[in-house]
């Protein structure tokens, strides 16, 4: 009997070491990182960084209250802030501009932002800094297709916030219930606010189809300044807010690695951008390194005097990592919906499920050294591959037509 007790000790020991978690901060590039945690518990402290761009260019007068940022088959789109009612598609290296899109029938009350999704663009009016007690906050939705074509077919998301019961008002820049940034989801409209109190931002959700709606407030946090513009990259799972502290010092914060849509869950990292007294606006990107930003002119005499401008940035030092891991990730889940492979530790016998499309896919075996020891043909949706010939050590199952996909089991 006690031989078995320790036998069995010894095969269930492993099992509670494979399944234990280890909260603490999992990314390589922060100063607390920690090799052994399996969770990310958004606990992670960064060095400070301040990045160049790589260039500016001045962009034409038309737009010098630029305010909000897309990038869109080839070309970056923009909006002023001032009541202007166009958008205006301009080129992503020089800033010119390529084509003005009239949105007629619209009012520019404030419009502030610049978002999209497949089908549409969306504007949000929502810009609350005059004296913080607007009642008309809304998002225009206008097809791109029919803005195109030139008959823009727009309708409108009205929304109030639910802890703003004070509508006396607050003066000017003192109120924290103005907005400029949001993003578009699969489903949802994700604003930030911009709060010139707290210099926090708070998080609100909204559906995005036309209605009246009251926005639900999902998280905050402390950004230590003014939220300005946001980009979102959902492939990646990478969301990127642009905004400035109370000295115009720009910068862009890095949200990645977090739970379901909580973007403060995760990592969060604060970049400084070394364009200081730049009233940054709008921002955009497509593949999360490559970021466009935009700032808006801004004078104050004699001191400071800075015309709008367009610039890039290179942030793959920063989230290259991030990024290749999760490309890593994402092709392993895609795997595990087409190959199963099991077990891990065997004598005789490798099991492999596969998706009935792979039928007839030829499969190969390794040894740790590379040299093939095994082949053969997937016949079935389940396949039983016999190992017993082979000597024991470590070796790698290969798939034909999926490179990405090796592995590795042990024969006993």
């Given at each position: 009997?006690?031989?078995?007790?320790?036998?069995f000790?010894?095969?269930f020991?492993?099992?509670?070491?494979?399944n234990?978690?280890?909260?603490?901060c999992t990314?390589?590039?922060?100063?607390?990182y920690?090799?052994?945690?399996?969770?990310?518990?958004?606990?992670?402290?960064?060095?400070?960084?301040?990045v160049s761009?790589?260039?500016?260019?001045?962009?034409?007068?038309?737009i010098?209250e630029?305010?909000g940022?897309?990038k869109?088959?080839?070309?970056?789109?923009?909006?002023?802030?001032?009541?202007?009612?166009?958008l205006y598609?301009?080129?992503?290296?020089?800033?010119?501009?390529?084509?003005?899109?009239p949105l007629?029938?619209?009012?520019n009350?404030?419009?502030?932002e610049?978002?999209?999704?497949e089908?549409?663009?969306?504007?949000?009016?929502?810009?609350?800094?005059?004296d913080g007690?607007?009642?008309?906050l809304?998002?225009?939705r206008?097809?791109k297709?029919?803005?195109?074509?030139?008959?823009p077919?727009?309708?409108?998301?009205?929304?109030?916030?639910?802890?703003?019961?004070?509508?006396?008002s607050k003066?000017?820049n003192?109120?924290?219930f103005?907005?400029?940034?949001?993003?578009?989801?699969?489903?949802?409209?994700?604003?930030?606010?911009k709060?010139?109190?707290?210099?926090k931002?708070?998080v609100?959700?909204?559906?995005?189809?036309?209605?009246?709606?009251?926005?639900?407030?999902?998280?905050g946090?402390?950004?230590?300044?003014l939220?300005?513009?946001?980009t979102?990259?959902?492939?990646?799972r990478?969301?990127?807010?642009s905004g400035?502290n109370g000295i115009?010092?720009?910068f862009?914060?890095?949200?990645?690695?977090?739970?379901?849509?909580?973007f403060?869950?995760?990592n969060?990292?604060?970049?400084?951008?070394s364009?200081?007294?730049h009233?940054?606006e709008?921002?955009?990107?497509?593949n999360?390194?490559?970021?466009?930003?935009t700032?808006e002119?801004f004078?104050?005499?004699?001191?400071?005097?800075?015309?709008?401008?367009?610039h890039?940035?290179?942030?793959?030092?920063?989230l290259?990592?991030?990024?290749?891991?999760y490309?890593?990730?994402?092709?392993?889940n895609?795997?595990k919906?087409?190959?199963?492979?099991?077990?891990?530790?065997?004598r005789d016998?490798?099991?492999i499920?596969?998706a009935a499309?792979?039928?007839?896919?030829?499969?190969?075996c390794?040894?740790n050294?590379?040299?093939?020891?095994?082949?053969g043909?997937?016949?079935?949706?389940?396949?039983?591959i016999?190992i017993?010939?082979?000597i024991?050590?470590v070796y790698?199952?290969?798939?034909?037509?999926?490179?990405?996909y090796?592995?590795?089991?042990?024969?006993r």
């Amino acid at each position: 009997m006690r031989s078995i007790c320790i036998i069995f000790i010894f095969l269930f020991l492993p099992v509670c070491a494979v399944n234990a978690q280890v909260m603490g901060c999992t990314d390589p590039m922060a100063k607390n990182y920690n090799p052994l945690a399996t969770v990310n518990d958004g606990s992670c402290k960064y060095a400070s960084v301040s990045v160049s761009p790589t260039y500016s260019a001045k962009l034409p007068s038309q737009i010098k209250e630029t305010s909000g940022l897309v990038k869109w088959n080839d070309h970056l789109y923009t909006l002023n802030d001032d009541g202007d009612t166009n958008l205006y598609a301009i080129e992503s290296s020089t800033g010119a501009i390529l084509e003005v899109l009239p949105l007629p029938g619209t009012v520019n009350q404030d419009w502030e932002e610049l978002a999209q999704d497949e089908g549409y663009f969306y504007i949000g009016d929502f810009g609350n800094n005059v004296d913080g007690n607007r009642t008309n906050l809304n998002i225009l939705r206008v097809g791109k297709m029919s803005l195109l074509s030139g008959s823009p077919e727009i309708d409108r998301i009205n929304f109030t916030y639910p802890d703003q019961t004070n509508f006396k008002s607050k003066g000017s820049n003192n109120s924290d219930f103005d907005c400029e940034a949001f993003i578009i989801t699969r489903d949802s409209i994700y604003l930030f606010t911009k709060q010139w109190v707290s210099k926090k931002t708070s998080v609100y959700v909204l559906p995005k189809i036309p209605g009246t709606y009251t926005a639900s407030r999902k998280t905050g946090y402390d950004v230590s300044g003014l939220i300005t513009g946001a980009t979102w990259v959902e492939d990646k799972r990478l969301l990127l807010l642009s905004g400035y502290n109370g000295i115009l010092q720009p910068f862009i914060y890095l949200l990645y690695d977090f739970k379901d849509l909580d973007f403060f869950s995760g990592n969060k990292r604060k970049i400084s951008l070394s364009i200081s007294f730049h009233q940054t606006e709008g921002i955009a990107t497509i593949n999360g390194t490559d970021v466009f930003v935009t700032n808006e002119q801004f004078a104050q005499q004699p001191f400071v005097s800075v015309t709008q401008k367009l610039h890039k940035f290179d942030l793959s030092p920063y989230l290259s990592n991030y990024l290749e891991n999760y490309n890593l990730v994402s092709i392993q889940n895609n795997f595990k919906n087409l190959i199963l492979t099991f077990p891990s530790l065997t004598r005789d016998i490798v099991y492999i499920d596969i998706a009935a499309d792979l039928i007839s896919t030829k499969y190969s075996c390794t040894d740790n050294k590379g040299k093939q020891v095994l082949e053969g043909v997937l016949d079935s949706k389940t396949n039983k591959i016999n190992i017993s010939s082979l000597i024991p050590g470590v070796y790698t199952l290969l798939v034909e037509g999926y490179p990405d996909y090796a592995y590795k089991f042990v024969k006993r």
